[in-house]
């Protein structure tokens, strides 16, 4: 059997360095837990980036995928299949909108709300040719398209693949103000996270969400919740707009609605919106395949019992008060919501890099960010014993390192 040095040497050399992989080689994994090639078991605290809301291999999603890879896997969108209206009718219902237009990965989701909110002004709002423009917020993460990047302020997704796709504002992050001071007669939408991920889970202050609809419905704009990463269960809630009862024009969700077994994206939006769209003008040969389908609805039965939105609100408070023990003790700040957070190490002990090494080295697999941010995010299937013994490695590698 090759080993994990082996492969990862060959990784290296034979796939280009877009990635910095923390130096664990996975093999099979269950629920919370992965094993290595070598055998080791590590407990899994990023689930994919919340791809892995339900666990890895769960039951009701691997046997709904087992089951349709066996009868039908691939149409195109050229004809109908039989998964497809209740992937639409279900996820319709789940997000409380008439229409879904669903796509594959989270980037293309996100280019999806672009096109479909440029369309909606043009036609519905009367926004003079190619003038519509986009709000969107300093450091987001959307994804790597040309167009998205575009937006990008972070220097490394942004810098040298220019020329931009023009059409988008940067505003500040958090500041209501900031958006009424960009918004004019040409504004279609305001693409915003209700939690950044990506920036170190950055929550903005109470009450942002709620101004931002406000500000939208007042000046006839759409608001875009990129939902992709802090939707699905992973705040505690189905969508982390409800933690101010806010209901976006246009919800963008991806990740864990292909349950961590296929990528399954889409959009969601009422019939005054999303029925600007005719045959012919968006679409993907994957988008809403069979299997994505069947995955997708296993998703959405698991959503709609409320289970997993429960538990994420009862785990993370537990986790958020451990975590609040160690500010002061080698942790600067701990944000976030439901079983996700950020973590922002002291900078002069470690970066989150090391931090995590350190992590992965006793048995515990999360990711840093930005420098000195580490992120959370356990599947929710874990047991709360597996999570407090997690957390307590987490304050042993700080406490090692102060
Ligand atoms: C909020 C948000 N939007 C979009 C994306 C892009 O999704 P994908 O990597 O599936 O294209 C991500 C991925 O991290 C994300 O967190």
New binding site residues.
């Given amino acids: 059997m090759t080993t994990s040095s082996e492969l990862i040497e060959i990784s290296e050399r034979r796939s280009a360095h877009n990635y910095h992989p923390l130096p664990v080689v996975i093999h099979e994994a269950h629920g919370a837990w992965v094993t290595d090639v070598e055998g080791k078991r590590y407990l899994d605290f990023l689930s994919g980036?919340?791809s892995l809301n339900f666990g890895h291999g769960n039951p009701k999603i691997i046997e709904a995928a087992q089951e349709q890879l066996k009868n039908l896997t691939l149409t195109s969108r050229a004809f109908y299949h039989d998964q497809f209206a209740q992937f639409c009718a279900g996820l319709g219902d789940l997000t409380g909108k008439d229409m879904i237009l669903p796509m594959n990965?989270?980037?293309?989701?996100?280019e999806t709300a672009i096109k479909v909110a440029r369309k909606w002004g043009y036609q519905v709002k009367g926004v003079a040719p190619e003038q519509a423009t986009i709000i969107v917020m300093e450091d987001n993460?959307?994804?790597?398209t040309t167009t998205i990047i575009s937006f990008s302020t972070d220097p490394d997704a942004h810098d040298e693949f220019g020329p931009y796709t023009p059409g988008f504002k940067v505003v500040k992050y958090g500041s209501a103000e900031a958006i009424r001071e960009a918004i004019d007669a040409n504004t279609v939408a305001v693409l915003v996270?209700p939690i950044q991920?990506?920036a170190g889970v950055l929550v903005p202050p109470d009450g942002y969400l709620t101004q931002v609809r406000e500000l939208c419905t007042e000046n006839n704009v759409l608001m875009i919740a990129?939902?992709?990463?802090?939707g699905l269960g992973r705040t505690g809630k189905t969508f982390a707009v409800e933690h101010e009862g806010v209901v976006p024009d246009i919800y963008?969700l991806?990740?864990a609605l292909g349950g961590g077994v296929v990528?399954v994206?889409a959009i969601a939006a009422d019939q005054d919106v999303l029925g600007v769209i005719q045959p012919g003008q968006h679409g993907s040969t994957f988008g809403g395949n069979p299997l994505a389908c069947a995955v997708g609805n296993a998703v959405i039965e698991i959503l709609n019992t409320g289970e997993f939105q429960a538990r994420a609100t009862q785990l993370g408070e537990i986790m958020h008060a451990k975590l609040r023990e160690l500010i002061g003790h080698g942790v600067v700040t701990v944000r976030g919501r439901g079983l996700w957070a950020g973590v922002d190490i002291d900078p002069s002990l470690a970066t989150g890099r090391e931090v995590s090494k350190r992590l992965m080295e006793r048995g515990v697999l999360a990711k840093d960010t930005h420098g000195s941010t580490i992120r959370l995010a356990p599947p929710i299937v874990i047991s709360e014993e597996d999570m407090l013994w997690a957390l307590g490695q987490l304050a042993e590698v700080i406490a090692t390192i102060r």
Avoid: C, L
């Fill in positions: 980036y919340s990965t989270g980037a293309e989701a996100v993460f959307h994804g790597r996270e991920g990506e990129d939902e992709i990463q802090s963008v991806g990740k990528p994206s």
